[in-house]
């Protein structure tokens, strides 16, 4: 009973993570650029979900439009702060991108207070029992939810024009163009994209712990960055392969290694020991 | 009568590395223009550079009287313009059928919603299918691209810059590394592709197979054009023959 | 045209700085270090809107000693790194006459040593761990060791609300640490037994896998150390997952946020703290309804912290009738005073001896549950 808790745990965990760990794959699959402000788009995702729903009383409405709004302020993170560097070093963009990052967490901290927010009235917070655990609606959601968007986008990838031009750009950009696809246009479909995931996954840890808070984006800042390594750079099977991974093995190590180790420190030691076994990553080795 | 195609004064270069030095040359409705010259005379940049997939530092390009210099790859390639590469590489997580699809269905890209809305990629298919039997290989149609002969790879870059529809026909090096039947065979294709109406301007070094289908020659050396003209009368030339010497090309007239 | 541009603004830039420093004359100086961005930037908030409200009502009466005070705030985010050069800065640039942290105890600690070697004294807030008092005898403590409210906690469960089997979960920091082991410490004399104890993070929100084996556990009482933003979480993912066992907090948790946050699952939940919300104490009546009309959002311990750290340093300056630092140090170690977390009289060390109060959600709002006042069990250390 304990295990299978701690397994659905682990699945809830890692569907999170996956959701945002997706994004950054894509941009990095792109463009090669470590996209740590993605971390910042989770949190700001977080921030609109809560407020929008706060305003409408409706979750259902509120995620869309934040989901769409961070998809927005992401194209334009593209367009103003790494076209403008992408012929120079990849350094550059990650330098960039840091600042980037903290920029954000101090303009939520200056705009919304230090001390978070709360819904007004958390919704999917419904308790039922389930397989003897008693499981609350939202991580019903945050599963299925996860398990839709994705199924959803990869089935667009396959099969519509634009996912398999998307797919083509990402293959070989240069080659790409001569398909007469216009690479700048995928560049920004794929920033929405993934924002639009990063708020998608901010409004399901919103709902989880009732709070968003300006540094709620650090530890997935750097999370997120080493699940996609451990998946195996721009690889999206490998980053979901890794995030599920992940997400149950940080929840039985919390419990069994939780007084030697913290969570964090699993996670990467989880992580060390699986990039030394294979260190192009799980699915890596472009 | 106005040219197709008409380049100016393109200079490029790459850091200190002076590629291509103010070439210009003009393109007519439905022309064989023949692209030549010794190896590293810039002919691959030209024609990047007129695609846009490089930049030049100075040029003048118009399709149809109309000035491309400053748009982007998708949008040259939308009035018109269509290339092959010499190096083929088709995207191997598709068919041979779906590659040609992917850029017959271009037009459909350009707005966004509409190409995620528009779920029917039929027509594009059998365009595709169309296009790669023009070119001879439709038997090959729904092969995966992986493991297959340099003769048909070559054949399907050709489809699919067909499939592009456009009114100017770019090829880089199409018969390289075909042996001589394949390289007759694929010429004798392009040469049909061009009396069907098509221009085309063919980068070649396979000089035998230029002289058979090449209506006129522009001939590049050291990044500057050196020659144009009739074919046989430019390639007895003392500057074209000396611009070859050393290299393992005949250069003997027929 | 813009060469006398660039002119007027350099004179204007000297005027403003010379009017600045004309007035800054006048007042006695009180340094100020407290995390206003980063992690803790919560609580650096609250417990700066504490002090100034304690500096504002001081001044609106006249100030000390003919003085205005002035609170000179800088922000260490919590860094011990940061707070150094921050007391460095104190003392040597702006001079204060005295400091007080609105720190965690890492930046405390640090800062700490910098004034005792420089023979300033220094107040302590809130940050609760013992090494920062045995910097030396110019530094004292307005709140309780973490050691000595753990032990209250023990008390509390076993005798209190007659509990014996106990889950700890405990915050990986100074502040969890010391709870922990002050609860441990007499945690048998009050007949406990301590099932288990889980550690997490401090940047830890999600607690599923703890909450499953908590409740696989199936304790009486869990004494769980943390803040307002982990614990808000943590109750409320105890309870969404059917674990109905009393839980048991310290400040950490005496915040509305926290209340806010957990919502329903907060009902019930008791803390040792110092701020009795149902107090018919005027000094903390009074402070309560000040507080809530100037900050606009309602008092926390923290900010309780603040106000009552200013207060004995004004009450000091009054004693000492005068800036001197010994005079200072000596005002401090003698002052008696009566303040909204309770009576502040120092012992040997500079630590406090006062009662701890025990309050509990009821309603959505913080009420009185108890009061320990064992002298014994809370003496603090006197060395």
Same mark, same amino acid.
């Given at each position: 009973?304990?295990?299978?808790?701690?397994?659905?745990?682990?699945?809830?965990?890692?569907?999170?993570?996956?959701?945002?760990?997706?994004?950054?794959?894509?941009?990095?699959?792109?463009?090669?650029?470590?996209?740590?402000?993605?971390?910042?788009?989770?949190?700001?995702?977080?921030?609109?979900?809560?407020?929008?729903?706060?305003?409408?009383?409706?979750?259902?409405?509120?995620?869309?439009?934040?989901?769409?709004?961070?998809?927005?302020?992401?194209?334009?993170?593209?367009?103003?702060?790494?076209?403008?560097?992408?012929?120079?070093?990849?350094?550059?963009?990650?330098?960039?991108?840091?600042?980037?990052?903290?920029?954000?967490?101090?303009?939520?901290?200056?705009?919304?207070?230090?001390?978070?927010?709360?819904?007004?009235?958390?919704?999917?917070?419904?308790?039922?029992?389930?397989?003897?655990?008693?499981?609350?609606?939202?991580?019903?959601?945050?599963?299925?939810?996860?398990?839709?968007?994705?199924?959803?986008?990869?089935?667009?990838?396959?099969?519509?024009?634009?996912?398999?031009?998307?797919?083509?750009?990402?293959?070989?950009?240069?080659?790409?163009?001569?398909?007469?696809?216009?690479?700048?246009?995928?560049?920004?479909?794929?920033?929405?994209?993934?924002?639009?995931?990063?708020?998608?996954?901010?409004?399901?840890?919103?709902?989880?712990?009732?709070?968003?808070?300006?540094?709620?984006?650090?530890?997935?800042?750097?999370?997120?960055?080493?699940?996609?390594?451990?998946?195996?750079?721009?690889?999206?099977?490998?980053?979901?392969?890794?995030?599920?991974?992940?997400?149950?093995?940080?929840?039985?190590?919390?419990?069994?290694?939780?007084?030697?180790?913290?969570?964090?420190?699993?996670?990467?030691?989880?992580?060390?020991?699986?990039?030394?076994?294979?260190?192009?990553?799980?699915?890596?080795?472009? | 009568?106005?040219?197709?195609?008409?380049?100016?004064?393109?200079?490029?270069?790459?850091?200190?590395?002076?590629?291509?030095?103010?070439?210009?040359?003009?393109?007519?409705?439905?022309?064989?223009?023949?692209?030549?010259?010794?190896?590293?005379?810039?002919?691959?940049?030209?024609?990047?550079?007129?695609?846009?997939?490089?930049?030049?530092?100075?040029?003048?390009?118009?399709?149809?009287?109309?000035?491309?210099?400053?748009?982007?790859?998708?949008?040259?390639?939308?009035?018109?313009?269509?290339?092959?590469?010499?190096?083929?590489?088709?995207?191997?997580?598709?068919?041979?059928?779906?590659?040609?699809?992917?850029?017959?269905?271009?037009?459909?890209?350009?707005?966004?919603?509409?190409?995620?809305?528009?779920?029917?990629?039929?027509?594009?298919?059998?365009?595709?299918?169309?296009?790669?039997?023009?070119?001879?290989?439709?038997?090959?149609?729904?092969?995966?691209?992986?493991?297959?002969?340099?003769?048909?790879?070559?054949?399907?870059?050709?489809?699919?810059?067909?499939?592009?529809?456009?009114?100017?026909?770019?090829?880089?090096?199409?018969?390289?590394?075909?042996?001589?039947?394949?390289?007759?065979?694929?010429?004798?294709?392009?040469?049909?592709?061009?009396?069907?109406?098509?221009?085309?301007?063919?980068?070649?070094?396979?000089?035998?197979?230029?002289?058979?289908?090449?209506?006129?020659?522009?001939?590049?050396?050291?990044?500057?054009?050196?020659?144009?003209?009739?074919?046989?009368?430019?390639?007895?030339?003392?500057?074209?023959?000396?611009?070859?010497?050393?290299?393992?090309?005949?250069?003997?007239?027929? | 045209?813009?060469?006398?541009?660039?002119?007027?603004?350099?004179?204007?830039?000297?005027?403003?700085?010379?009017?600045?420093?004309?007035?800054?004359?006048?007042?006695?100086?009180?340094?100020?270090?407290?995390?206003?961005?980063?992690?803790?930037?919560?609580?650096?908030?609250?417990?700066?809107?504490?002090?100034?409200?304690?500096?504002?009502?001081?001044?609106?009466?006249?100030?000390?000693?003919?003085?205005?005070?002035?609170?000179?705030?800088?922000?260490?985010?919590?860094?011990?790194?940061?707070?150094?050069?921050?007391?460095?800065?104190?003392?040597?640039?702006?001079?204060?006459?005295?400091?007080?942290?609105?720190?965690?105890?890492?930046?405390?600690?640090?800062?700490?040593?910098?004034?005792?070697?420089?023979?300033?004294?220094?107040?302590?807030?809130?940050?609760?761990?013992?090494?920062?008092?045995?910097?030396?005898?110019?530094?004292?403590?307005?709140?309780?060791?973490?050691?000595?409210?753990?032990?209250?906690?023990?008390?509390?469960?076993?005798?209190?609300?007659? /509990?014996?089997?106990?889950?700890?979960?405990?915050?990986?920091?100074?502040?969890?640490?010391?709870?922990?082991?002050?609860?441990?410490?007499?945690?048998?004399?009050?007949?406990?037994?301590?099932?288990?104890?889980?550690?997490?993070?401090?940047?830890?929100?999600?607690?599923?896998?703890?909450?499953?084996?908590? /409740?696989?556990? *199936?304790?009486?009482?869990?004494?769980?150390?943390?803040?307002?933003?982990?614990?808000?979480?943590?109750?409320?993912?105890?309870?969404?997952?059917?674990?109905?066992?009393?839980?048991?907090?310290?400040?950490?948790?005496?915040?509305?946020?926290?209340?806010?946050?957990?919502?329903? *699952? *907060?009902?019930?939940?008791?803390?040792?703290?110092?701020?009795?919300?149902?107090?018919?104490?005027?000094?903390?009546?009074?402070?309560?309804?000040?507080?809530?009309?100037?900050?606009?959002?309602?008092?926390?311990?923290?900010?309780?912290?603040?106000?009552?750290?200013?207060?004995?340093?004004?009450?000091?300056?009054?004693?000492?009738?005068?800036?001197?630092?010994?005079?200072?140090?000596?005002?401090?170690?003698?002052?008696?005073?009566?303040?909204?977390?309770?009576?502040?009289?120092?012992?040997?060390?500079?630590?406090?001896?006062?009662?701890?109060?025990?309050?509990?959600?009821?309603?959505?709002?913080?009420?009185?549950?108890?009061?320990?006042?064992?002298?014994?069990?809370?003496?603090?250390?006197?060395?």
């Amino acid at each position: 009973m304990l295990f299978l808790e701690l397994f659905a745990q682990g699945l809830i965990y890692g569907c999170m993570y996956a959701t945002i760990a997706v994004g950054l794959t894509l941009v990095y699959s792109l463009l090669r650029i470590l996209h740590v402000a993605h971390a910042g788009l989770f949190a700001l995702g977080g921030y609109l979900g809560l407020l929008l729903t706060n305003a409408t009383g409706s979750l259902i409405l509120a995620l869309p439009l934040a989901a769409a709004a961070v998809g927005v302020v992401g194209m334009a993170i593209y367009r103003f702060c790494y076209e403008p560097i992408l012929h120079r070093p990849p350094y550059v963009a990650l330098i960039a991108s840091i600042g980037l990052f903290i920029a954000l967490e101090e303009i939520f901290r200056l705009i919304f207070g230090p001390y978070g927010l709360t819904y007004a009235q958390a919704p999917l917070q419904e308790t039922f029992a389930m397989g003897g655990m008693t499981i609350r609606r939202v991580e019903i959601v945050i599963v299925v939810g996860s398990v839709l968007i994705l199924g959803i986008l990869s089935w667009l990838s396959r099969h519509t024009r634009l996912g398999v031009a998307w797919r083509a750009t990402v293959d070989d950009p240069q080659m790409a163009a001569s398909f007469g696809i216009s690479v700048l246009k995928v560049r920004y479909l794929n920033f929405f994209i993934g924002s639009a995931l990063a708020a998608v996954a901010g409004v399901f840890i919103s709902l989880l712990s009732n709070l968003v808070e300006p540094t709620m984006g650090g530890v997935p800042s750097y999370k997120a960055l080493a699940i996609i390594v451990l998946g195996g750079l721009g690889n999206v099977t490998g980053t979901l392969c890794a995030s599920l991974l992940l997400g149950v093995t940080e929840a039985f190590g919390t419990i069994y290694i939780g007084n030697f180790m913290d969570r964090d420190a699993i996670a990467f030691a989880f992580m060390i020991v699986v990039l030394m076994v294979r260190p192009q990553g799980l699915f890596g080795g472009r | 009568m106005k040219p197709l195609l008409e380049v100016a004064d393109l200079t490029l270069h790459f850091g200190g590395v002076k590629a291509l030095t103010d070439v210009s040359f003009a393109v007519r409705e439905k022309e064989f223009l023949c692209l030549i010259g010794p190896n590293g005379a810039g002919k691959t940049t030209l024609l990047k550079s007129i695609l846009g997939i490089v930049q030049p530092q100075q040029a003048e390009i118009r399709l149809a009287g109309r000035s491309i210099t400053h748009l982007p790859t998708h949008r040259r390639i939308r009035l018109g313009l269509a290339l092959t590469h010499q190096i083929v590489r088709p995207f191997t997580c598709m068919t041979v059928r779906d590659n040609v699809a992917l850029a017959a269905g271009h037009q459909r890209l350009q707005r966004v919603l509409g190409a995620l809305v528009h779920l029917d990629r039929r027509s594009e298919r059998a365009k595709a299918a169309a296009f790669l039997e023009r070119v001879g290989i439709g038997d090959y149609m729904d092969h995966p691209v992986a493991g297959l002969p340099l003769g048909v790879l070559k054949r399907l870059e050709v489809a699919r810059a067909l499939a592009l529809s456009p009114r100017l026909l770019l090829l880089d090096e199409p018969l390289a590394g075909l042996n001589h039947v394949e390289a007759g065979r694929l010429a004798d294709t392009v040469a049909e592709i061009n009396q069907g109406g098509m221009t085309v301007v063919m980068i070649e070094h396979n000089l035998s197979e230029v002289l058979r289908v090449a209506q006129r020659l522009v001939v590049l050396d050291n990044g500057a054009k050196i020659a144009e003209g009739d074919p046989r009368q430019v390639l007895l030339m003392p500057t074209v023959q000396a611009a070859y010497l050393g290299e393992e090309t005949d250069i003997a007239a027929d | 045209m813009l060469r006398s541009k660039r002119v007027v603004l350099v004179v204007l830039g000297l005027v403003i700085l010379g009017v600045a420093n004309a007035t800054g004359a006048d007042t006695i100086k009180i340094g100020f270090n407290t995390p206003l961005t980063g992690f803790a930037a919560s609580d650096g908030k609250s417990c700066s809107e504490g002090a100034k409200l304690a500096v504002d009502q001081i001044n609106a009466e006249g100030g000390v000693l003919g003085r205005q005070l002035e609170l000179v705030i800088y922000d260490d985010q919590a860094k011990p790194a940061q707070a150094i050069p921050i007391a460095n800065k104190l003392i040597g640039k702006d001079k204060v006459v005295m400091g007080i942290s609105g720190s965690y105890s890492g930046a405390t600690r640090s800062a700490a040593g910098v004034f005792q070697e420089n023979k300033i004294p220094y107040i302590s807030a809130y940050a609760i761990h013992p090494d920062i008092t045995r910097a030396g005898d110019y530094v004292f403590r307005t709140s309780f060791l973490g050691e000595i409210q753990g032990k209250a906690g023990a008390k509390l469960i076993g005798e209190l609300m007659g /509990k014996r089997k106990v889950v700890m979960i405990t915050l990986q920091n100074d502040f969890g640490q010391s709870l922990a082991a002050g609860f441990k410490s007499v945690a048998e004399r009050y007949g406990l037994a301590i099932l288990n104890e889980y550690q997490y993070a401090i940047k830890d929100r999600q607690f599923g896998a703890m909450v499953a084996k908590v /409740k696989a556990d *199936a304790p009486d009482a869990i004494y769980a150390s943390g803040y307002y933003f982990t614990a808000g979480p943590l109750v409320s993912q105890l309870r969404a997952a059917g674990v109905t066992a009393s839980v048991i907090g310290q400040e950490g948790y005496d915040s509305q946020k926290f209340i806010e946050i957990a919502g329903d *699952a *907060a009902e019930g939940v008791i803390i040792t703290t110092s701020l009795d919300r149902d107090s018919t104490v005027p000094e903390t009546v009074d402070f309560m309804k000040a507080f809530e009309q100037q900050a606009g959002f309602k008092v926390d311990m923290v900010a309780a912290s603040g106000h009552t750290a200013v207060k004995v340093a004004a009450a000091a300056l009054a004693k000492a009738g005068g800036t001197d630092p010994k005079a200072l140090r000596d005002a401090i170690a003698a002052v008696e005073l009566k303040a909204s977390t309770g009576e502040i009289r120092f012992n040997a060390l500079g630590e406090v001896m006062k009662a701890v109060q025990i309050q509990v959600v009821k309603a959505g709002n913080w009420r009185h549950y108890a009061v320990i006042d064992d002298p014994e069990l809370l003496a603090p250390p006197e060395n």
